[in-house]
């Protein structure tokens, strides 16, 4: 069933790239534990032991905030069609924004979206699987374009705006840094 090993295998990357969803969880040192789903094509494998992801802007910003607070992280997909199975990688984390350099090396790995907000390099020391018998099967129809449609119409400088009215501080009150 379970089994943990300390880097992505081959077989654990395939997995990754056929999947169409994928959830991160953070917590800051107080306050709530944040879930959050993830979509598009926005998640790839740097190398066995490195992962980073595209984060489009988003209602809120729990990710930033709680990673500047604890670098901890957790990643999950989950199989929906075929083989059943879960998959986790943990790990430490870091947040590169559009005024960083690491952002601009990694954006080209992306397509391009205006909603891009930041990048989230992760540093994977645990891989686990389990067995994911209990997850359900699910059709995948395809990618929604309203988050992409929203930012096209919004515009940059729209979506800086909505940076500074909705996204510089967590549900929790904790900065962000999407300002600075």
């Known amino acids: 069933m379970g089994k943990k090993t300390d880097h992505i295998a081959p077989r654990i990357e395939a997995f990754i790239k056929q999947q169409h969803l994928f959830f ?9 534990v944040n879930v959050s789903p993830k979509g598009t094509d926005s998640f790839r494998v740097i190398n066995k032991n ?5 984060n489009l802007t988003g209602s809120g910003n729990e990710t930033a905030a709680h990673l500047l607070q604890h670098n901890r992280m957790t990643i999950m997909f989950c199989a929906f069609e075929g083989k059943p199975l879960i998959l986790r990688l943990y790990g430490s984390a870091c947040i590169f924004h559009p005024r960083d350099e690491e952002f601009q090396q ?9 909603g891009s907000r930041q990048i989230i390099e992760m540093d994977v020391d645990l891989v686990q699987t389990s067995c994911g018998f209990g997850v359900p099967f699910m059709d995948y129809k395809s990618e929604r374009t309203l988050l992409n449609d929203w930012a096209n119409q919004k515009g940059q400088d729209g979506i ?3 940076w500074l009215d909705k996204n510089t501080k967590s ?6 840094e999407i300002s600075k």
């Open 106 to 114: 990694y954006s080209s790995l992306f397509p391009d979206a205006i």
């Open 171 to 176: 549900i929790d009150g904790f900065e962000t």
């Open 24 to 32: 991160v969880g953070t917590a800051a040192n107080e306050g709530r």
């Open 160 to 162: 800086e705006q909505y």
């Open 50 to 54: 490195k992962i980073v992801w595209l």
